[in-house]
């Protein structure tokens, strides 16, 4: 088996006795003292995530006429410096390669920042684009720590350099964080006010340690997939993938359909006159037991899906999950359930967030 | 005197009737339960057959029998506190059985076993 990728932030999660596991090829803490702990720390105070496994481009160069811009769905072009935006990487069928978010950080480069299993396909397929400008992978370089919650915004507040109120949904500012260089985004995947910070390897033991003096509560990559879960928010490998297109994963809205040219962009037309064959459902069991990915969904007695994500939701206080379902088999009305080797139960249909 | 399984229960014997549970380590690998699925009064299983089965925000795993028998007795208190497992697993009953082979007690791994068993996972 290929040896584990350690983040910078590793011995840190050691000294915090952090359980960890292996996921896309690094070794990830999945919790520190227990996934509803670290779910409640988000949803009502400050919890902090590294993500450092996530993947690090840089581009400079001329970016509407390198080719660049016809890469993503987003359009570079169009996004205004000091804004980031969530968009896909396509093939020509249509089918999301990886999703990511773009940052613009000025009239000349770009930050994308990617999915840890998808870092050597995606640099490859974006460079495809590019015909002028540097494009280099800094992912091994650059950390990346999210702190995330209601409370996150006070405390991050008195170790950044500008008032951080400055920062609307999507903003970003290069400025600094412990006397270093740091990106500070106003993003996040948990739904809740949070800051995504980019910084380098060395500064990100050291922001780590004092982010959690400030009140900040580590959380592990179990808490962070519930706390996306009850938002709503896809998760590349489960409702996304080559052979999805961002229109059955219900999230085409995030796609520029009407300014540039993208790979994908002709196969995405195409399906929006002809419909889709498969579309992301949401759904609750109602009860504590709770949906795994690759339970299938059944209706009528016959199987019309399968389910991509699934966990227990402390917030909902329910299983939730989302799944495909085959449009030409699935009943908007008729009762549903999923079934794996323990048995069936049944689910509801539930409307995206979870959790509002 | 407990006495553990590779697949991590641990059973308690008095006379011929056995307490199951789950080892610390198993339940701090599944992480917060949040379901526990109690068998029938009356099931009866083999050693080493699911017997019941055990959900955790993030995982889920079946619980074996650690011994061959009739199950006499369930701890309904899970159904509403699961989490009681979280709080201390090792004095946290999950099933009683009437076992039918005493003997298969001996086979079981004990204390100092079992550590040894974990400690090399």
């Not at chain 1, 803490?29 to 996934?35: K, Q």
């Not at chain 1, 670290?38 to 581009?59: P, Q, T, V, W």
């Not at chain 1, 720590?145 to 949904?169: N, R, V, Y």
């Not at chain 2, 709080?87 to 040894?116: C, H, M, P, Q, R």
């Amino acid at each position: 088996m290929e040896e584990l990728k350690r983040t910078a932030l590793f011995d840190k999660h050691k000294e915090l006795n952090a359980r960890n596991v292996g996921f896309c090829g690094w070794e990830m803490p999945v919790s520190y003292t227990g996934v509803i702990k670290e779910h409640y720390a988000c949803r009502n105070e400050a919890a902090l995530f590294d993500i450092s496994h996530m993947g690090e481009f840089f581009y400079e160069g001329d970016i509407a006429n390198s080719g660049i811009n016809n890469a993503c769905t987003t359009d570079f072009v169009k996004l205004p410096i000091g804004k980031c935006k969530y968009g896909f990487l396509l093939n020509e069928k249509g089918g999301v390669i990886d999703d990511l978010i773009v940052y613009k950080l000025d009239d000349a480069r770009l930050m994308f920042v990617v999915n840890a299993a998808r870092i050597d396909v995606d640099f490859e397929q974006i460079k495809s684009h590019i015909k002028s400008g540097k494009f280099e992978n800094r992912s091994n370089e650059v950390s990346k720590i999210d702190i995330q919650g209601p409370k996150s915004k006070e405390l991050l507040q008195k170790l950044a350099l500008f008032d951080l109120g400055e920062l609307k949904f999507f903003g970003f500012k290069q400025s600094g964080l412990l006397n270093a260089p740091a990106i500070i985004s106003r993003t996040g995947y948990t739904g809740e006010l949070g800051y995504e910070l980019y910084v380098s390897n060395d500064t990100a033991p050291k922001l780590w340690d004092k982010l959690i003096e400030l009140g900040a509560t580590p959380a592990g990559l179990g808490a962070r997939d519930v706390l996306r879960l009850e938002k709503g928010y896809s998760l590349y490998g489960h409702e996304l993938n080559e052979e999805t297109t961002p229109a059955e994963a219900g999230i085409d809205m995030f796609v520029q359909y009407d300014s540039h040219d993208f790979t994908g962009k002709e196969a995405l037309l195409k399906q929006k006159e002809q419909g889709v064959s498969k579309k992301i459902i949401a759904f609750t069991t109602n009860s504590k037991r709770s949906p795994r990915d690759g339970f299938e969904i059944y209706q009528n007695g016959e199987k019309i899906g399968v389910v991509t994500s699934g966990t227990y939701s402390p917030s909902v206080g329910s299983g939730i999950g989302l799944g495909f379902v085959d449009m030409n088999l699935y009943d908007k009305e008729a009762n549903l359930e999923i079934k794996s080797e323990r048995g069936s139960m049944p689910i509801y249909r539930a409307k995206l967030p979870f959790l509002k | 005197m407990k006495k553990y399984t590779n697949e991590h229960e641990w059973a308690e014997l008095d006379g011929d009737i056995a307490t199951v549970g789950l080892s610390e380590y198993a339940i701090k690998e599944l992480g917060d339960i949040t379901f526990v699925e109690l068998p029938e009064i009356g099931q009866s299983a083999n050693k080493d057959e699911s017997i019941a089965f055990i959900e955790s925000v993030k995982a889920a795993s079946d619980i074996y029998a650690p011994l061959s028998g009739e199950v006499v007795e369930i701890n309904e208190e899970l159904e509403t506190a699961p989490e009681s497992l979280n709080e201390d697993a090792s004095a946290t009953w999950i099933l009683k059985i009437k076992v039918s082979d005493a003997g298969e007690f001996d086979t079981l791994l004990d204390e100092a076993a079992y550590n040894t068993f974990i400690a090399s996972l």
